[in-house]
């Protein structure tokens, strides 16, 4: 579940404030470096894990924009290192990446993060979620927790009444997929998804409801067998008439 670390922003509005983007693609750089610095922001880079670790050593930035791909000790050796840096561990971490397979991402997927994107993304839209993370203390979520949390958002608020349920997360959207019996269910699962964003104060992505609603035919189709089930007669099965004994191992006789 999701931790409860609160991120304090630190910087105090009399500098700049300091982004670091650890990120291979060095073509990037310069396409963020102008724009962020417009906005208020101080970018420095990394095309390595060797090279980010020395930068964050060397200054502590406000947030960490973080390719979860990276040469020479990769996302999740980063996130491991900073946990265990009392200075790093409270650095706000913006995972940016190329990557669209959950399975890939899945070393990264345990370490708690702040925000999620799949590039490409604006150097504006950029600018807006670095305010988010630092203007707006969060709870931190890890990758695997965010669809795990949702699932069991969606499962108490529809009680139980969407099967096969299954949240995938990337590509910028929340997909649901899953079986229910109304389209009145679907509706209970928007808005199981956009109260748990509300709470957690996380960016909210596009939602796609890929659910089957069953037709009118198999909803009765299904009333009618669970009602025989209910209603089956067991009499010529069993025979109940005699009277219990507790001392015997047999309760009942099956009828000839």
Partial sequence: MMSKTVVQPSSNGTRAIRVLMADPDESLHPAYRGPLSREGFELAT????????????????DVLVLEPRLPWGG???????????????????????????AYA????????????HVKPLAPDRLAGRLRGVLD??????????????????????????VRDLRVEIGDGRIVVRGRSDSHHVKQLVLAAVLEAFEASESLLGNIELDMEVASEEDRRSRRTALSEARNMDYSDKLDFTREFDLTRENKYERAS
Avoid: K
Wanted: net charge negative; proline share 6%; hydrophobic share 40%.
């Fill in 46 to 61: 990394a095309s390595s894990g060797l090279e980010c670790v020395a930068r964050l050593r060397e200054t502590v930035p």
């Fill in 136 to 161: 707006h203390p969060r709870l931190r979520f890890t990758l695997d927790d965010h669809n795990g949390r949702l699932e069991c958002a969606i499962a108490r608020r529809t009680d139980g009444r």
């Fill in 105 to 116: 991402l899945r070393d990264v997927a345990r370490f708690p993060v702040n925000d999620y």
């Fill in 75 to 101: 996302g999740d050796g980063i996130l491991a290192m900073m946990g265990e840096d009392p200075d790093l561990a409270v650095i706000p971490v913006i995972v940016l990446t190329s990557c669209r397979d």
